[in-house]
């Protein structure tokens, strides 16, 4: 679209008339400021003030006023023209309608909120990690797992929270995902900020970026401890159950002998 030193349109396309809603007519008797949003025009004269004096506006991202007040987003950049002798005889702009790509970034919004929202309340612990092991992110379930803060945690590697004995069977894992593409469930521990130690149970599987390249690792982990504990207590009742039994089965034996022996 071309415009005068007033503002008033002079030329333009196809594409400039569809885009605004308005009749080659209409645009006929049209300025730059009747498609601008009142709030926005004494920025818009900043705006040709500065390209007078440039040449040319840096690319912009305005709203323009379509027909029937219809807001539409746009992408733009204005160049100063010039008569035979030099002086400013009006402008020009290239404006893309961005209207799709707006659309399609507020989605991308809902529904990284959406994720977010799901990832903060999860009742399992995640946590995701780089190629190179440096923890990414955190929920609060593994935070409050490990009893360190997201500030601390995101300064650490997985190396950092694991034990030191771990940490090759750890590696062996890390390279079947990124065979495999996951892990499976296993069982292993972390070390919390305190020093000790808690039993989990984790699933880790590879994420890949959009060109299908590995991009990290990430982990749902799943605190054991009151299992673990039950296991042992079980355990230890079934081997005193068991030595019951073979107390139980000497004496029966012995007195078998003894009423044989009668």
């Known amino acids: 679209i071309t415009s005068d030193t007033e503002g008033r349109f002079t ?14 007519e209409e645009l006929r008797s049209m300025s730059l400021f009747d498609i601008i949003p009142a709030e926005f025009q004494e920025k818009t004269k900043t705006v040709l003030d500065q390209v007078n004096k440039k040449g040319s506006s840096d690319l912009m ?8 007040n219809i807001p539409i987003p746009v ?18 702009a290239i404006i893309r309608d961005i209207t799709a790509r707006k659309k399609m970034i507020e989605a991308l919004r809902e529904s990284e909120a959406r994720y977010r929202t ?8 995640y946590i995701l990690v780089n190629m190179d092991t440096k923890i990414r992110e955190i929920n609060p379930e593994f935070c ?3 009893m360190y803060t997201r500030e601390e945690l995101e300064s650490l590697r997985l190396r950092d929270i694991l034990p030191d004995d771990y940490w090759p069977e750890a590696t062996s894992v890390i390279q079947r995902v990124m065979r495999e593409g996951s892990s499976g469930i296993f069982e292993h521990e972390f070390v919390r ?22 991009r990290g690792l990430f982990a749902l ?16 009742s079934l081997a005193e159950k068991e030595l019951l039994l073979k107390e139980i089965h000497h004496r029966v034996k012995n007195n078998m002998q003894v009423i044989i022996s009668m």
């Open 144 to 146: 409050k797992l490990v």
């Open 221 to 236: 982990v799943r605190d054991i401890t009151t299992r673990k504990a039950m296991d042992t207590k079980l355990k230890a």
């Open 61 to 68: 991202e305005k709203i323009l006023i379509g027909k029937g």
């Open 75 to 92: 992408e733009l950049q204005v160049t100063l023209l010039r008569d035979n002798e030099g002086r400013p005889a009006g402008t020009w």
């Open 193 to 214: 900020k305190d020093r000790s130690r808690v039993n989990v149970e984790t699933r880790m599987s590879l994420t890949r970026d959009k060109t299908g390249n590995p």
């Open 118 to 125: 799901l990832f903060e309340n999860m009742r399992e612990a």
């Open 11 to 24: 030329e333009w396309n196809t594409a400039f008339s569809k885009t605004l809603g308005y009749t080659d």
